[in-house]
């Protein structure tokens, strides 16, 4: 299936017929996906079906076999030297476990891309952005000289958040953002990014299998199934699409193309 994305214009993420394997074992089979700038895309499917594979080939942390990626027009797979540090620049990244660093304080975890590289921030303008972030994700300012471990996990995942916007960034990625949440902390989490994402104009893809996530904040969702995107479609047609694959996936059905492993 061919998606071009539901905007206007050239897509800030375009990617075709991307391709990956691990030794024998092929993850992506040619993934066409393209997210419009401003867009909120979430990407579906089960455990091991390449979701993460695929955002890691956006960053380039994986290089694929086969395809091309571009972001904001530009060659994410082939960006060397200072072009790719431009080119990740424009991400935020919301990773799952919240990945924080223990030994740091809160707020040098927020600023820790605004303390590094070549417009690195002095400390107290880092500091005052950083506490500015915190705010904005629902923490007072006195967690800023707390450590990651003096924290709930609802509030690490904050935390988190605010790291991710921490530089304005173009495109946030958000890698399973409301795992291990209690559901009325996860509702919280997602009303934060869906919010967030709209104020800052930014481009946002989302791995998740969340259901309840998917619909707070995808505009558009993708299905990732066998290492090709099965459907992509706007949010508001999940439940109503004839589509095999999102049937089975979104109603949690035993039955369907999907293989349950037992
Ligand atoms: N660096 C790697 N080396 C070898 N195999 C890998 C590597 N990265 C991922 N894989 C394999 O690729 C497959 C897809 O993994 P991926 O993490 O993308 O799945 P996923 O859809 O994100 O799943 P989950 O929802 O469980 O996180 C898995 O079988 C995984 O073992």
């Known amino acids: 299936m061919t998606d071009q994305g ?16 691990f030794g024998s074992k092929r993850v992506l089979a040619g993934v066409d996906l393209s997210v419009a700038r401003g867009e909120s895309l979430v990407i579906i499917g089960g455990s ?56 740091m304080l809160v707020w040098e975890n927020v600023a820790f891309r605004l303390l590094r590289g070549q417009n690195r921030l002095g400390r ?29 996990g609802g509030m690490q995942k904050r935390v988190g958040l605010a790291r991710a916007i921490a530089t304005t960034p173009e495109i946030i990625f958000f890698d399973e953002p409301t795992t291990g949440l209690d559901p009325i902390m996860a509702d919280v989490i997602n009303d934060l990014i869906r ?15 969340d259901m309840t996530s998917v619909r707070k904040i995808a505009d558009r969702v993708a299905m ?12 508001g047609e999940i ?4 589509n095999p694959y999102v049937h089975q996936f979104v109603n949690g059905l035993p039955d369907g193309p999907i293989a349950a492993v037992r």
């Open 195 to 209: 919010e967030i994402v709209v104020e800052m104009g930014a481009t946002a893809m989302t791995i998740t299998h």
């Open 239 to 242: 439940d109503t699409t004839e």
């Open 6 to 21: 539901s905007g206007s214009g050239a897509p800030m993420i375009a990617l075709s017929g991307v391709a990956k394997a």
């Open 124 to 152: 107290a303008e880092a500091r005052e952005t950083a506490i500015e972030k915190l705010k904005r994700v629902g923490l007072t300012a006195e967690t800023a000289d707390l450590f990651p471990a003096e924290l709930s």
């Open 48 to 103: 091991g079906t390449g979701k993460s594979v695929t955002l890691k080939c956006v960053l380039g942390l994986i290089v694929p076999d086969a395809g091309r990626i571009l972001v904001d027009g530009q060659d994410a797979v082939a960006a060397r030297g200072r072009a790719r540090e431009a080119m990740l620049d424009k991400f935020g990244m919301l990773f799952q476990g919240g990945a924080l660093f223990d030994s």
């Open 224 to 235: 990732l199934h066998e290492g090709v995107i099965q459907w992509a479609g706007p949010v």
